[in-house]
C-alpha cells in the first residue's frame, strides 16, 4: 500500500512564493514517475506538473511553466513542488499523486495514488 501525505500549504500574497512536499510511504518510490495536480473550487483537477523516476525529465503545464518546480529526492522518498510568483488564479487544493504511466502531461485517471491534498491560497 502506497501512501502520499501532502504538506507545505498556506496563505501568501500575489508575487510570493511556496514550497510544497509530499512524503511516500513504499519502497517502490523510486520506480514511478510522480505528478502534481490542483483543484479550484468548481473546477475539474487538472495537472500542474510530472517528473520521471530518475528526476531528470519534468513536464509542466502551461499555466506554470517558468514559475514552478518539480523536484524529488529519492533516498528521502519525497517530491516537492516549488511555487514561484504566485498569482490568484493559483489558488486551489494540491494533490501529490503516483503515475504508473510514466512522466509527461498526464490525466486525472492514469495516477493511482493520490494524497490527501494541501490548500494553497494566494490574496491579491
Known amino acids: 500500500q502506497v501512501q502520499l501525505v501532502e504538506s507545505g500549504g498556506g496563505l501568501v500574497q500575489a508575487g510570493g512564493s511556496l514550497r510544497l512536499s509530499c512524503a511516500a510511504s513504499?519502497?517502490?518510490?523510486?520506480?514511478?514517475?510522480m505528478a502534481w495536480f490542483r483543484q479550484a473550487p468548481g473546477k475539474e483537477r487538472e495537472f500542474v506538473a510530472a517528473?520521471?523516476?530518475?528526476?531528470?525529465?519534468?513536464y509542466y503545464a502551461d499555466s506554470v511553466k517558468g514559475r514552478f518546480t518539480i523536484s524529488r529526492d529519492n533516498a528521502k522518498t519525497a517530491v516537492y513542488l516549488q511555487m514561484n510568483s504566485l498569482k490568484p488564479e493559483d489558488t486551489a487544493v494540491y494533490y501529490c499523486?503516483?503515475?504508473?504511466?510514466?512522466?509527461?502531461?498526464?490525466?486525472?485517471?492514469?495516477?493511482?495514488?493520490w494524497g490527501q491534498g494541501t490548500q494553497v491560497t494566494v490574496s491579491s
Open positions: 499523486a503516483r503515475s504508473p504511466r510514466g512522466a509527461r502531461t498526464l490525466q486525472r485517471n492514469e495516477c493511482d495514488y
Open positions: 517528473i520521471d523516476w530518475s528526476g531528470i525529465n519534468t
Open positions: 513504499g519502497r517502490t518510490f523510486r520506480n514511478y514517475a
